[in-house]
């Protein structure tokens, strides 16, 4: 399994952007799938966004309408969560995960193997 490190978390007004980051040790991201989702209390683990690392592969979870942006740094093995234009709803612990590749980037947070311990993003209005 890969040790997964998330960060860049923050207090930050509605409007503004942040960069999470997740950091991979223990082997590369290489035939990875990587995926953010975020959690509040109470509610489901919900999907925000996917990386196939072989051929870059990306996909979305409905709410993102093109505010947030995944990417990847091959030489660090991080992956980039970048986030625009938040609303207080995207209040929620952000944590990253890595998961076998099947062929094509995905959202179900059950395929996923390793997960990191999340870092909190506060929006406030």
């Known amino acids: 399994q890969v040790h997964l490190v998330e960060s860049g978390g923050g207090l930050v007004q509605a409007g503004d952007s942040l960069r999470l980051s997740c950091v991979g040790s223990?082997?590369?991201?290489?035939?990875?799938?990587m995926g953010w989702f975020r959690q509040t209390p109470g509610k489901e683990r919900e999907f925000v966004a996917a990386l196939r690392w072989s051929g870059g592969m990306t996909t979305y979870g409905n709410f993102v309408a093109d505010r947030f942006t995944i990417s990847r740094d091959n030489a660090k093995n991080t992956v980039y969560l970048q986030m625009n234009s938040l609303k207080p709803g995207d209040t929620a612990v952000y944590l990253c995960?890595?998961?076998?590749?099947?062929?094509?980037?995905?959202?179900?947070?059950?395929?996923?193997?390793?997960w990191g311990q999340g870092t909190q993003v506060t929006v406030s209005s």
């Open positions: 223990g082997r590369t991201f290489s035939g990875y799938v």
């Open positions: 995960a890595a998961g076998p590749d099947y062929g094509l980037a995905y959202g179900t947070a059950e395929l996923y193997t390793s």
